[in-house]
């Protein structure tokens, strides 16, 4: 079985379900709808209008309808019985309207147009199932006729199709093309007409004496059709692509932004803190005085009797270290302080046996600072 084939039994319950759905109505009548809103010069730019020329016998002339889209028009009568001038016409035919097939219309009178019932799925082989119906449905045989299915209906709840069974006789056709003459030569199709005027949709010609028809304005503008589609498709994708590029770069951007708005911060936090651990200082030096401030109290305060050996300023702590005729004096002398607080005198008042005066070890804290505060604290807690 050729791979075709096993393909299209693959998909043929898809195309049935399609069939049976309301799907193909709504797209035929949406498509007319959008077929009918085009002007009639861009459906003819367009190739997309439908056209055939009719040929039907009138007596003995023969009448030629230009049909476009659902309109049909008469162009005129000739007459049957002059060979030369059908060729001719023929010929001019095939030049100028070379792209329009020809179908010949038959009456409904010639044919017979039985309606049978027959399951859904039996459609995809519907014409092998009408062939077999053609000797109990009319009183020819299979070879004496050519013939057409035409499904009326479907019903979907029972899963059966209403066919009509179109049958024309040979002997019906041949008659009609031999009254055609030079004109029968390239016939696309034959349809019949019911009483209506309406044509069935069918095409009774036998395959060997069809002619396909191929408008190549058709093609060529639906070549330039999916050129457009596919130009309009590049360029969205190029400006897809635009925009993508576009996207990833201002990415790019933020996220840099981003890494020095973080920079930034870290720096500003940086120098609020250095900002702040400098007025804690300058607070801290506000608060308590210079060391060159403090050493120009003592030296007021202190005796010219009394020499200084070590003077030591460390963290509000005041150690003075020194010899005087009266260290003991020196606390007085120091407590009138505004710069230092708490003067005492550590360890023993020694003689020095060498200058006569006494050594002496003397400890204060600098008003305002730290070492002030724990020992106020310190003060506090002793009972």
């Given amino acids: ?61 023969l009448q030629l309808r230009a049909l476009i889209d659902d309109q049909s028009s008469l162009i005129g009568t000739v007459p049957l019985d002059d060979a030369s001038f059908l060729e001719q016409l023929r010929m001019r035919l095939d030049e100028s309207a070379g792209g329009v097939p020809r179908w010949l219309l038959m009456d409904s009178r010639q044919a017979l147009r039985p309606v049978l019932a027959a399951p859904a799925s ?37 899963r059966q199709m209403r066919v009509e069974l179109v049958v024309l006789p040979k002997a019906q056709l041949d008659a009609a093309l031999a009254k055609l003459g030079p004109m029968a030569e390239g016939l696309a199709g034959v349809d019949i007409v019911d009483a209506d005027g309406a ?3 069918v095409n009774l010609l036998p395959l060997p004496g069809r002619v396909a028809w191929h408008d190549s304005g058709r093609n060529l503008n639906w070549l330039l059709a999916a050129v457009a589609v596919l130009a309009v498709v590049a360029s969205m994708w190029i400006a897809l692509g635009n925009r993508r590029e576009a996207v990833d770069a ?23 803190g250095s900002m702040r651990a400098a007025n804690f200082l300058a607070r801290q030096r506000a608060q308590q005085p210079t060391t060159l401030e403090l050493i120009a109290d003592l030296t007021r305060r ?70 002030e505060k724990e020992s106020a604290n310190e003060s506090g807690r002793s009972p």
């Fill in 199 to 201: 044509r069935l949709g």
């Fill in 1 to 61: 079985m050729p791979a075709t084939d096993a393909l299209f039994q693959v998909l043929e319950p898809l195309r049935l379900r399609y069939l049976d759905s309301p799907l193909p109505a709504w797209l035929r009548t949406a498509g007319d709808a959008l077929f009918a809103a085009l002007p009639a010069r861009l459906r003819r730019q367009l190739g997309m209008r439908y056209r055939r020329l009719l040929l039907s016998r009138d007596g003995d002339a």
């Fill in 302 to 371: 202190i005796p010219d009797s009394t020499s200084i050996e070590k003077l030591s300023v460390n963290a509000g702590a005041v150690v003075l270290i020194g010899q005087s005729q009266q260290a003991s004096s020196l606390v007085g002398l120091l407590q009138g302080s505004t710069l230092i607080k708490k003067p005492t005198l550590t360890g023993s008042v020694q003689t020095d046996p060498r200058t006569g005066k006494e050594r002496f070890t003397l400890t204060a804290v600098v008003a305002g600072s730290a070492k």
């Fill in 122 to 158: 039996a459609e995809p082989r519907l014409r092998e199932m009408m062939a077999h119906e053609i000797d109990r449905q009319t009183p020819f045989t299979l070879e004496q006729v050519t013939f057409a299915p035409r499904v009326l209906s479907r019903d979907p709840v029972t």
């Fill in 250 to 272: 201002y990415s790019k951007r933020l996220a840099s932004v981003t890494v020095e708005a973080r920079d930034v911060r870290k720096l500003r936090n940086s120098l609020e």
